[in-house]
């Protein structure tokens, strides 16, 4: 009984512990949750449901209207009668009424305006995910910043080890006389400076996550931490080969909404074109009705207002055909001016493609140094590392100074922190290129 006691408070210490563990953020659940909760994106959401309501309302076009009118009128004074002399009456009537019509051919009016709406939607959805796409870029960002700054504050935590170990080993020296006084304290002043660098990479650290906690609208920065990739699984960057900027620009021609929106409102304005033409064709629309009306004069007998209502009953059909003639040239200037949009539009997907273009171009290039700066950092890092254990077990054999040893410590941690600075700036810029090609951002 003791033993499944035991075994019960064990599994509750274990599940507190782990309910009071920080949730660890992957990039992709941090993309997802500022794409959900971004106000920009919500914005563009806001844009495309109003392009879709425009569209039903071009489709309903199509169909036929129908009103209802009801008519009361009452006139006093003189007035002719049949007797054809004028005498004073007061007249009342009553009309009741219901119309339809519909459109038969408006010079294809109609469809090309339900197209120019479909396609306005189609370039709404692609805005749409041009700014989720946006908000997942600066989420990268902000995130490799993060693990950039935490990696920095692990360099510095190493460096405190460091020096705290030469402090104790000085104060042993210093004991039996193997140390001086100003030896010692020009290493605590090593170590106290040491302690400054860290606590400037944990500010910088903290900075960094409220900047991403700030993108993904979450009140507080706190008990907020990501998930460090595993930088050992990622493939050798060394002899690889980078795709060219023309072939992801190929790519990226075929899936970035930013080009498929302009590509869609060039298509568009083409139909507004075909729209501004049906100024020319003839208009033609069916209407039909039924109504009837009671009368009633002062002095006269009238008769019951239901057998007037059904004596009264009258109906129509109609159709109405019009032919533009001359309307002061608005069809002609009309025509010009979708004209000019259309090549206002063309210009702007021509730009939309360089500006593309200029940043393929220049994600590549800054892929490239990244590449070739991580390779130098490597090479830098693995000749510190060796040159620092080289100093450091000569200056514990009391063949340097100190000065000479702590020159050589810092260089290697400036080492190490260049190659992991390295590191994640070609992470970032080898998952922005994939981005540019379609893929998912994801380290």
């Given amino acids: ?223 907020f931490s990501v998930v460090r990739p595993d930088l050992g699984a990622q493939p050798s960057v060394f002899g690889s080969q980078l795709v060219t900027p023309d072939d992801i620009f190929a790519e990226a021609l075929t899936v970035k909404p930013e080009i498929q929106a302009q590509q869609l409102r060039l298509r568009s304005a083409d139909n507004s074109i075909k729209i501004a033409r049906a100024g020319y064709y003839p208009t033609l629309s069916f209407s039909a009705g039924l109504g009837s009306n009671y009368y009633k004069t002062s002095g006269f007998e009238a008769k019951s207002f239901g057998e007037q209502m059904k004596n009264n009953f009258s109906q129509y059909l109609g159709f109405n055909l019009s032919i533009p003639i001359f309307n002061r040239f608005q069809t002609r200037n009309s025509i010009r001016s979708a004209k000019i949009d259309r090549d206002n539009q063309q210009l702007t997907l021509d730009n939309t493609k360089k500006t593309l273009y200029k940043e393929i171009q220049q994600a590549y290039y800054n892929t490239v140094a990244a590449q070739q700066k991580l390779q130098s950092s490597d090479q830098a890092r693995e000749s510190s590392e060796t040159a620092f254990q080289l100093m450091q077990a000569k200056y514990e054999n009391g063949k340097s100074t100190i000065t000479e040893f702590n020159e050589a410590k810092n260089n290697y941690l400036k080492a190490e922190s260049d190659l992991t600075q390295a590191r994640y700036e070609y992470l970032y810029q080898q998952a922005l290129i994939q981005f540019y090609r379609g893929h998912e951002l994801s380290f």
């Fill in 1 to 223: 009984m003791k033993k499944i006691f035991f075994l019960v408070i064990l599994v509750s210490l274990v599940k507190l512990d782990v309910l009071a563990q920080p949730k660890q953020w992957s990039l992709r659940e941090c993309c997802d949750y500022a794409v959900a909760h971004n106000i920009t994106v919500r914005q563009y959401e806001n844009v495309r449901r109003q392009h879709e309501i425009q569209l039903s309302t071009a489709r309903n076009q199509r169909l036929p209207d129908l009103s209802a009118s009801a008519g009361q009128n009452f006139s006093f004074g003189r007035g002719l009668t049949a007797e054809n002399t004028y005498t004073n009456t007061n007249t009342s009537s009553t009309s009741f009424s219901l119309g339809t019509s519909v459109p038969l051919f408006t010079g294809f009016q109609i469809p090309n305006n339900i197209k120019l709406n479909q396609l306005n939607l189609e370039a709404a959805t692609q805005d749409l995910e041009k700014a989720k796409n946006d908000i997942r870029t600066s989420v990268a960002q902000a995130y490799v910043q993060i693990l950039y700054c935490m990696e920095i504050a692990d360099v510095a935590h190493r460096q405190i080890s460091i020096d705290s170990v030469q402090v104790a080993r000085l104060q042993s020296l210093l004991k039996v006389g193997k140390a001086s006084e100003a030896e010692l304290a020009q290493q605590k002043a090593t170590l106290a400076q040491s302690h400054l660098t860290a606590t400037q990479a944990e500010n910088n650290l903290q900075l960094a996550i409220l900047s991403m906690t700030q993108l993904l609208e979450i009140p507080t920065p706190e008990g």
